[in-house]
């Protein structure tokens, strides 16, 4: 199946700081990209939809000043946590789609802000 | 606004036995559904994909079935083995990907 590479995998933060976690389509052209929290024994929740060139959209509840997300080419979409707080520390994942077809999705991110 | 939910929450089995997985979406109009495994601090590995105009997939000892008109899909675990044990995750597709709750299961020897 296709790749995806999300990065990095893991990472440490303190908090007031930015993270930025990249999610690449390695082998084909995702024309949408979800980006995904989840808190632990818990489900993955949809934070938002990015479309290549379009502004984000972001599902109720999600701060988008607060999680700033950038899809600037058909392989790349970005996630910059901003002024990351204790809270905030999750896994996110993201997912590549083309079309009605299947996802695939990135190996997460585990973010700790301390 | 898509629902997507899974019984039972958690399932504990010995191994052998042949497990029914639920899931249920309150949107009917789907484009696909589909299920994936989560190992504890894992990410997803896709186990089926079943499209909008199929009625089952099949991979090895896993079967999905799909019923859209009435909004539930089901996965079948052929004779569970302790490899087996992880939380499985349905996904319904409609122009977003909705998760359901997780079904977390234990196959012990």
């Known amino acids: 199946g296709a790749v995806v590479s999300q990065h990095p995998s893991w990472v440490i933060c303190k908090s007031g700081t930015s993270v930025k976690i990249e999610c690449r389509s390695l082998?084909?052209?995702?024309?949408?990209m979800f980006w995904y929290r989840q808190f632990p024994k818990q489900s993955l929740m949809l934070m938002a939809t990015?479309?290549?060139?379009?502004?984000?959209?972001?599902e109720q509840g999600v701060e988008k000043d607060k999680f700033l997300i950038n899809h600037a080419s058909l392989t790349l979409s970005t996630l910059t946590v901003t002024s990351a707080h204790p809270e905030d520390s999750s896994f996110y994942i993201c997912?590549?789609?083309?079309?009605?077809?299947?996802?695939?999705f990135g190996q997460g991110t585990r973010l700790t802000v301390v | 606004k898509q629902e997507v939910t899974q019984i039972p929450a958690a399932l504990s089995v010995p191994e052998g036995e042949n497990l029914v997985l639920n899931c249920s979406f309150t949107?009917?109009?789907?484009?696909?559904l589909q299920w994936f495994r989560q190992d504890p601090g894992k990410g997803l590995t896709s186990l089926l994909l079943?499209?909008?105009?199929?009625r089952e997939q099949t991979s090895g000892r896993l079967n999905a079935s799909l019923d859209k008109s009435s909004g539930r899909s089901t996965l079948y675990i052929a004779a569970s083995q302790p490899g087996d044990s992880a939380t499985y995750l349905c996904?319904?597709?409609?122009?977003?990907?909705?998760f359901g709750t997780g079904t977390r299961l234990q196959v012990f020897p």
């Open positions: 990015s479309n290549e060139g379009s502004k984000a959209t972001y």
């Open positions: 079943i499209q909008s105009s199929q």
């Open positions: 997912s590549a789609i083309t079309g009605a077809t299947e996802a695939f």
């Open positions: 082998d084909f052209q995702a024309t949408t």
């Open positions: 949107d009917s109009a789907i484009y696909n």
């Open positions: 996904a319904a597709n409609t122009d977003k990907l909705i």
